[in-house]
């Protein structure tokens, strides 16, 4: 049942909140369902639910917020009565007063309607489809063992607020999970991975699924047996699910909490031409949201153009105090939690060279084709990548090597000459347990210290 049948109750609950003195009240209603499932016969379903509610007031500049799980309406009823009792407190012990932007009220319901819905296949439709995936991947490549599985889960959001805003969206995201393992030394190796985004199960039939899963069982091959190269200043060649985690470190660097503690929130600048984006209405995406949770619109953010970086990621509350127009970028990942400035899509936008010609173009160096972990270091402003599939490239010829762990500098790479390919592929993670997407074109880099653990 669609969360629609609270709109009365929840709006009864925000005139509760002004009956109060709440200068500014907000409620949201938040449901999430999710299903994983793993091909093999033997594996149970695990299905997990939550729903539950957020409410927010500012009295006398003072913030009040609870958050309850379950739907009651005697429940959201003493929450905002709390909340105020809490936002009177915090009016009369606190020497600032909470400012947050004031929003046009908006009236909309908005989401993603899937092609093939969740509930249009029967579970053995479902397992089918799996094991013709798991099968196209194992082709050529006998000595990994691959088990493919997906998950189904469904988001839904109703926002109400005293300006005005009545917004309910709903959001159905598949992902495909990947699972290989083999041995070295007598060692198991094991490489996991997701694929997915805003879809229902036409995501399947996207050409790059099994492309992309196969390209890592191949990684997953050749990296047996190789020797570690040494640490080196040279090119280096990233694949579209590297070269993401560019985009995706530059998107949490501006976002509004993060560039005012480094004290990044004006702009800086790189000998770079990349140009960074971060777009939540990107169709299909796995972060796609068109409002906030703050029941703001949210916008399209250039990250990075120019050389320059330049917008910064807000909230109603930042927005205000950098005295900068909100772009609708606070998310939260339950009922439970706080919204705050949040990527969504982040990518870099895609060069039009052929990927053979990035290769040309460099001659040798380091070619990183796809990553077991990664880790980003906002204070160092590093990328640490465990690859999976790394290779030197001469003259258009790969070499296996061997590498555990990759340190580089986001500095380096953007003051370094830049070639993009045509392309962009997408990846699905979660920041804080909120969902995002990175990705960019296959991007090589001039000159870039690597430094190997």
Known sequence: MSLDYLRDDARKII?????????????????????????????????????????????????????????SRSAMELAVTQAVKMAKINSRARLGKARITSESGYLENWGVEATTGFNELEPAEKLNILHDIRSNICRGFGEVAVTVGFEEEYDERLFINSEGTELLGTVPRLKILYMASTKLQGKPIIDFWELGGAFGWELVKTPNVVDELRTRARDLTEMLGHKRPPDCTGHIILNSGVSGLIALCLALSRTADNALKTGRHATHSYATMLTILDNPGMEHSYGFHLYDDEGTP????????????????????????????????????????????????????????????????????????????????????????????????????????????????IDNLLNSNVRLARGTKMFPARIHGVPVSYGGPLAGFEGVEVRLA
């Open 298 to 409: 949210s916008r399209p953010r250039l990250i990075l153009a120019g050389g320059e970086e330049t917008d910064v990621l807000l909230d109603r509350e930042t927005s205000h105090l950098l005295g900068l127009p909100n772009n609708g970028a606070a998310r939260a990942a339950s009922f439970q939690e706080m919204p705050k400035p949040t990527p969504s899509n982040s990518y870099i936008l895609e060069g039009d060279a052929a990927e053979e010609d990035v290769f040309k173009e460099l001659g040798c160096g380091i070619f990183i084709s796809s990553v077991r972990r990664w880790w980003i270091s906002l204070t160092r402003r590093t990328i640490i990548l465990e690859p999976l599939g790394a290779y030197i490239f001469k003259d258009l010829e790969l070499k296996p090597t061997k590498m555990t762990l990759v340190q580089l500098s």
């Open 15 to 71: 005139e509760r909140a002004t009956s109060l003195g709440a200068e500014y009240a907000e409620i949201r209603i938040h449901r999430r369902d999710v299903k994983r499932v793993w091909s093999r016969e033997e594996e149970t379903p695990v299905i997990t639910s939550e729903e539950g509610f957020f409410v927010r007031v500012v009295w006398g500049g003072g913030v009040g917020i609870v958050s309850h799980d379950g739907l």
